[in-house]
């Protein structure tokens, strides 16, 4: 057992919140919560871009954050979640157009990349973009345990611990920790779409541990849109469609 | 080079490509069927087998006014990195840590140089800047690291890591018996740039880390597994399914993923993918 700072066990995610048509302009739009880590994201599209010298055969997927963070650090996700929504996308049935996802970090407590992926996915949800399957990311942080604790503690012989969705204080308690980011498809949770490395690095044994916590954790995820959906779906019918 | 008559009814992509000029127009007219057909005969247009990287060449010490310098030609790829050291304050959060700034410059006008600028800035940050430190709190190194892409042919992440990599190896770094510290200043005892007596035995004395990278280009087979296609050049990357990126730290062995594609991997794919870069670490380890 360990000792986190919010009382989670360390394959517990946050409490999870997730509001769809927030925003009345755009397409669609979600405001996600996971824990203190609140992500706006909007999405536009798929509608034409406004230089007709840039249509593509095949939709153009156009990411775009604002966060308080570093440059630096941004420009790495927003390539990161380019690519992968645009994997998810079927950008086929779209040729010469453009989805425009702007994300918005409202609120950071750790584990901001996967808020930005789950709040994209659900904003896309939200406009009704077809996608060929729905990713979904998990955040593991590798923390190097201390010798003696490591020979007291014989449920795990790996010699770091691994936390699921760490908050802001656990992401920065130590230089040597590594987090890894994980794209699953939610029907495939074994096979990784994606991968995303912060820090010292790790050997291939405990990337393949966080591989295995990955497929366990990510099918709450999916079963949380799905609850999203509903509500709205619901509100929906009661407000619009009520005699 | 025989020539099947019975195939010349039959437009066969392949038949075609067995006449000598062919190669060139179906490149332009069909990039994406022109590489196809190479990889379904398991090859590739340069004819390297699918765990082949490209010819690596690094140079090193070409540059007379930086501290490093290195020049790498990986196939067709060429870039090169230097690297100019300053000395100054460390921030009072990280009193032993030293800094790294990486600018890289592109003849490009597209600008592709920002991603690989925040990741190269990263992959530097998160390994050197222990190894930076002069007089813990009151003097430290900042390597100021300048790449520059020559030419691009394909796979500028490895060539690039591989140039700074280089060019650190290159750098001989100050110690504090070269410099002495009066009035709460530090002064160098002699001109850096020209005493070499000290500079030898200081590089072979301290244990320097890097980090290699393999870049790989993933396709699906026509029995449904993944593969492997190491050091993708230009025409390769824009039709491969994927593209992972692993970075083996020396000397501990850890890893760093990067992946994003449209093909799952799984345990067998990751572990074959991890050997193939560990494999070219030893490979480059002896350069470095």
Redesign the interface.
Known sequence: MVNRTDGRNEGSLRPLSCELSCLYRADGSALWKSGATHVLAAVYGPIAPQNMAKEEEECIVSVLIKSGQSDQIISEYKSFLTKILKACIDTAKFPRTVVEVVLQGIQSDGSVLSCLLHAAVAALIDAGVDLLYLPVATTCLLIQKQQHQQQENDSSSLGVEILLDPVASEEGADDSNSEIVLVTDCSQPTKILGSYTLGAGVSLDHFLSCQQVSAQASPAIPAFWRLAIEQKVTREMQTLWSK | MEIDESNYGDYDLKTWLNFPQSSNWIQSLDPKAYVLAFWDQNTRPDGRMFSQARTTKVVTSLLKHSAGSALVKQGETKVMAAISIEIGQPTPELPDHGDIMVTVTTPDPRGRA??LQ??L??MLD?LLPRSLNLMSGKACIRLVTSVMILQDSGNLMDAALLACMAAWDDTSLPTMDQLQETQGKLWWKENPMTSVVGSNSEKTAREKEYRVSLTMGLLKSKSGKVQFLVDPSLEEAKFTE?QLTI?V?LP????????????????AD??LA?KLANGRADELSSIL
């Not at chain 2, 501990?252 to 345990?267: C, H, I, P």
């Open positions: 920002d991603r925040s990741w800035q990263r998160e994927g970075v730290s501990s062995r850890t890893l760093q993923v990067e992946y994003t594609g449209s093909l799952g991997l799984d345990a990751m572990a991890t």
